[in-house]
């Protein structure tokens, strides 16, 4: 069993886009890098909330290393150029949803 944690991911939030996007691909290559290492070619991967992101993403980008994926509290939100993921959310869900509520006014 090979844990990691995402220490730090709320201060990443006040990056720039752009950054939050190369450092969502560190972590991929961080969380291949550790499973290869630790000699396996393919992983059950479980994550949850900020970290279930980062395995859709492992999903969509490495399928080959992934041999099933349980992902908690995150569902799969592909892109929508219509819409922005968090006015999406508050769609759904409301204002009252977690993620939504997290948001600085006027930091989109």
Known sequence: MLSHQILGAMATLKLHRRARAI???ILL????HSSTISGWSKCFLVAHDWGAI???YLCLFRPDRVKA???LSVPYLPRNPEI????GMK???GEDYYICR???????
């Not at 922005?84 to 006015?87: A, F, I, N, Q, S």
């Not at 997290?102 to 930091?107: A, D, V």
């Open 91 to 93: 769609l759904a869900f």
């Open 102 to 108: 997290f948001q600085e006014p006027g930091s989109d």
């Open 29 to 32: 290559v961080t969380l291949l």
């Open 54 to 56: 980062i395995g859709w």
């Open 84 to 87: 922005k993921p968090v006015e």
């Open 69 to 71: 994926y349980l992902c």
């Open 23 to 25: 450092l969502v691909f």
